[in-house]
């Protein structure tokens, strides 16, 4: 891909690679050696610059700070079979990244920085991809608005900022979630839709309640009723009922999942059959008293399946049947990690090799 402005590259001195513990990754504990950097001003992208990994100066008057545009992403990049990099769904991760931007009245970064960008920085640290099953390079993009003003205005400076860092799966032992009427994520006409670093920011006082009272994460309703599952904590709900794979539909209060449309496509292909649908926390109830269903699960980037094993509705714990290597939910994922390391076909054509 030819870019209008080449990206300039600045290695680090002495790579930091020889102090990761490969063997106990964790979620967010080690940073990769380089990040991108490219800012927006004039009404301009600038030249991207790769650099070593380090601090960002801001003005404390820096609009985003007070007035909270900040947009960001999560993908991963895999190792496969045959040790070639794989970049998982990219385009589809530019393409949400410019509905969040336009959403928060964001600059959109052009495609050619996302992905050449994206291909440069993770080209050069390719050797903190890890290789064990689960594990991966998860990759942050995110942008913020870096005008420095404290006046109220939509931001006319942009800084796009691209880091990495190797993880295991987040979220694999079953998680206890509960039905929340009280508190909202998203409102119809609001933010839900956006990847903005806001609705975590609102998520965070209700998810602490929640785990005070002894569950992970809260299981969101809609804003208007508090009848409908939206999502489980920051991820996709997914719930097997009757053998079906059932999600609610997308809207704007529900994030356009990559791995909720990577695992109900891969489910499809697999003629397991899949509704997407309003589930009311009704039916739920009714499906546990009638044992119908088998399967609830978050779906992200970070965990891929997070499998739930008690969801409280109205102070009442209904247990999941335990998971077993055949649960719908961890052949979809097999399935999907078979086709990021290219041991099944990529049919859909949703890896981007390096
Ligand atoms: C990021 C996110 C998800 C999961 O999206 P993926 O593309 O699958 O990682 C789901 N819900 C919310 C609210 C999110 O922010």
New binding site residues.
């Given amino acids: 891909m030819e870019l209008t402005q080449p990206i300039s590259v600045q290695r680090v001195q002495q790579s930091r690679l020889q102090e990761v513990d490969f063997s106990n990754l964790g979620f967010g504990t080690y940073v990769a050696d380089h990040m991108l950097v490219c800012d927006y001003k004039q009404g301009e992208w600038q030249a991207p610059a790769i650099m070593p990994f380090g601090n960002l100066t801001l003005s404390p008057t820096s609009l985003a700070l007070h007035y909270g545009q900040t947009v960001f992403e999560?993908?991963k990049a895999f190792r496969m079979q045959d040790g070639r990099i794989n970049l998982f769904r990219v385009h589809k991760?530019h393409e949400?990244l410019s509905r969040s931007l336009d959403r928060m009245a964001m600059a959109i970064v052009p495609e050619d920085v996302f992905v050449e960008g994206l291909r440069q920085l993770i080209s050069l640290d390719k050797d903190w991809i890890p290789t064990a099953p689960g594990t991966a390079l998860y990759i942050r993009p995110f942008a913020y608005a870096s005008e420095a003003k404290f006046g109220v205005k939509v931001s006319d400076e942009y800084k796009f900022v691209i880091f990495s860092g190797p993880v295991a799966a987040a979220f694999q032992k079953p998680l206890r979630v509960r039905v929340e009427t009280q508190y909202v994520?998203a409102a119809r006409g609001g933010t839900?839709a956006a990847?903005c670093g806001g609705?975590?920011g609102g998520a965070f006082y209700p998810t602490t309640k929640a785990k005070e009272a002894g569950y992970d994460q809260v299981l969101w309703t809609d804003a208007k009723e508090n009848k409908y599952i939206e999502?489980s904590g920051?991820?996709?709900a997914v719930f097997v009922i009757d053998g079906t794979v059932v999600t609610p539909p997308l809207s704007d209060s529900?994030?356009?999942?990559?791995?909720?449309?990577?695992l109900l496509t891969v489910a499809r292909d697999l003629g397991i059959p899949v509704e997407e649908r309003l589930v009311s926390i009704e039916e739920l109830e009714k499906a546990f008293r009638q044992h119908t269903i088998t399967e609830a699960f978050g779906?992200?980037?970070?965990a891929i399946v997070a499998p739930i094993g008690t969801i409280c509705i109205h102070d009442i714990d209904y247990q999941l049947p335990a998971y077993d290597a055949q649960a719908i939910m961890f052949r979809l994922r097999d399935q999907l990690e078979a086709i990021r390391t290219g041991q099944a076909a990529d049919k859909h054509h949703w890896n981007y090799v390096l």
Avoid: F, P
């Fill in positions: 999560g993908m991760h949400r994520r839900g990847k609705n975590y999502e920051m991820m996709n529900i994030l356009d999942g990559v791995t909720r449309d990577s779906a992200g980037t970070a």
